[in-house]
């Protein structure tokens, strides 16, 4: 059974920083990219950012770009997302999924996701 487990979320003022991780298990780690993606109350769900299976490719959405950072450690089966220079408009839902196939930066091409964390920022 694939779960994909998040945390690190929270509350934080404008200006500030979290960063999330999230543990997978149930799968072959190093052979999925990873993403993350956000949805906002009564919004569609959307891209932030993904990851290769072996690094060497990385996404971002230009939302992002400059203040997040995605890194794996397939090691530990886990992906990260550090997030600086929070904005109130980051504020969201946050996944992680996997993806063995497909378009990094696509929704609907991801095999699993995880439950989400609840990233919330203050103005």
């Known amino acids: 059974q694939v779960q994909l487990v998040e945390s690190g979320g929270g509350s934080v003022e404008a200006g500030g920083s979290l960063r999330l991780s999230c543990a997978a298990s149930g799968l072959t780690f190093s052979t999925y990219a990873m993403g993350w993606f956000r949805q906002a109350p009564g919004r569609e769900r959307e891209f932030v950012a993904a990851?290769?299976?072996?690094?060497?490719?990385?996404y971002y959405d230009d939302s992002v770009k400059g203040r997040f950072t995605i890194s794996r450690d397939n090691a530990k089966n886990t992906v990260y997302l550090q997030m600086n220079s929070l904005k109130p408009e980051d504020t969201a839902v946050y996944y992680c999924?996997?993806?063995?196939?497909?378009?990094?930066?696509?929704?609907?091409?991801?095999?699993?996701w995880g439950q989400g964390t609840q990233v919330t920022v203050s103005s």
């Open positions: 999924a996997a993806l063995l196939v497909g378009s990094p930066r696509k929704v609907h091409e991801y095999d699993y």
């Open positions: 990851v290769s299976w072996s690094g060497d490719k990385i």
